[in-house]
């Protein structure tokens, strides 16, 4: 599984390796706080785990752009007081 690391699939499947390691990053630690794995353990470490639920299209990164630009706006600066 951690061969899947170094393959341009994953990176692709999930749209890059910012994004890949933020899904990465949120995963591990849901299942560090307890969260049940989506596919079989197996005697895995959850980082393997993960990367399975991501190969397997268990998991995806949920990304709403809209917010994102909303909280990183400029401030308008027409108005002056």
């Known amino acids: 599984m951690i061969q899947d690391l170094k393959s341009e699939d994953i990176v692709e499947k ?14 591990l630690l849901e299942l560090m706080d307890g969260a049940r794995p989506l596919v079989e353990r197996d005697g895995r470490s959850d980082l393997e785990v993960v990367i ?3 190969m397997n299209d ?3 990164l949920d990304f ?4 994102a630009m909303a909280k ?10």
């Open 14 to 27: 999930v749209g890059g390796r910012f994004k890949l390691c933020a899904l990465i990053q949120r995963r």
């Open 52 to 54: 399975e639920e991501i």
């Open 58 to 60: 268990k998991i995806t």
């Open 64 to 67: 709403d752009e809209s917010a």
């Open 72 to 81: 990183h706006a400029a401030p308008d600066m027409t108005s002056f007081e």
